[in-house]
């Protein structure tokens, strides 16, 4: 069973990892599309500084799906490693994940953003494959109602999508530069011959909405005969501060009118009252699925196991 995953960041690393969990029970072969869009910290330097294509958000997922020897997970956790941004004086490696340091060197080498991919995958032993949204990087710009508190009702945009992520104003809109980014082939194919198209959980702004603005990936999203499933997040981020669980799912489909969605996946406990979000779903053409996904302390994030066991029925169910 072929599964595509769209996201970036924390969220898709989370998507990935119930995804392994469901890999011994569905027989998957997983595919992560990745977003190219971040301009903060380690990633923001090499893509300044190197013009190279922002590796963190790329790096996070191929450690997400590292194999489980202890060989390869050790080399995960070199590629997770961030070299202390303390001490006295300017270090240029202060701040810097090594993986991004790997993966922009390979990309330097191999002059092909998936060649470096697919060559990392290999260190890795990732039991799936991660290529970029696009093989060229993507400014992220929003159009932010109260951005300037001196302003509450004025829109301004904020451009760079660490500065979206951050901001304390209400997102009216979002937009790449430059507009309508090619999108890379074999991204296209893998979403042309998935069965599955996951989106979420994630920065819904800067992580899964930016693949519906990439014209051809949205085309080949809306032609693709893949059934369609989006994992809905636990807690509100700053770019979303505003926005209902509910909301989250209409901006899908105001950014992409034509998608159709199978499933949405929700913890109930985030959900709270489910009837907005099942009547949102509805309008997408979906079932709400409520499920316990989040850790057992009760913080924001994904387990991993929960909601692997969440998805095997529904990826595993007959059309």
């Not at 004086?89 to 080498?109: F, I, K, Q, S, T």
């Not at 829109?155 to 992520?165: E, F, I, P, S």
């Not at 409520?290 to 929960?306: E, F, N, R, S, T």
């Amino acid at each position: 069973m072929r599964v595509v995953a769209f996201g970036g960041g924390h969220g898709l690393a989370a998507s990935l990892r119930a995804l392994r969990h469901c890999a011994p029970d569905l027989d998957l072969n997983i595919t992560a599309v990745v977003t190219v869009g971040d301009d903060g910290g380690s990633s923001g330097r090499l893509r300044a500084d190197r013009g190279a294509l922002p590796p963190g958000d790329l790096r996070q997922a191929l450690a997400a799906l590292a194999a489980d020897r202890p060989a390869t997970r050790r080399s995960a956790d070199l590629f997770q490693h961030r070299f202390d941004s303390g001490g006295a004086g300017r270090d240029p490696l202060a701040g810097h994940a090594v993986g991004n340091l790997v993966l922009c060197g390979l990309m330097e080498l191999l002059d092909d953003p998936v060649a470096a991919l697919d060559h990392a995958a290999g260190m890795l032993g990732a039991v799936g494959r991660v290529l970029p949204m696009s093989c060229h990087p993507v400014g992220i710009e929003a159009r932010v109602r109260g951005a300037d508190p001196r302003r509450p009702g004025a829109v301004l945009t904020v451009r760079g999508q660490h500065a979206v992520a951050v901001t304390d104003g209400r997102v009216e809109s979002v937009r790449l530069t430059p507009q309508g980014p090619a999108a890379c082939p074999e991204a296209l194919a893998a979403v042309r011959d998935a069965d599955w198209l996951i989106f979420g959980p994630g920065s819904w702004y800067t992580s899964v909405i930016p693949h519906l603005l990439v014209p051809d990936l949205a085309a080949a999203i809306v032609a693709s005969p893949a059934r369609r499933l989006v994992t809905l997040n636990l807690a509100n981020e700053a770019e979303t501060l505003d926005l209902s669980l509910a909301d989250h799912l209409a901006a899908l489909g105001w950014y992409l009118p034509e998608l159709k969605v199978d499933a949405v996946v929700a913890d109930g406990k985030a959900v709270g009252d489910p009837e907005p979000v099942h009547r949102a779903a509805e309008s997408l053409g979906a079932r709400l699925v409520l499920a316990p996904v989040a850790v057992p302390d009760g913080g924001p994030q994904h387990d991993p196991a929960a909601l692997g066991a969440a998805l095997v029925p529904l990826l595993g169910a007959d059309r």
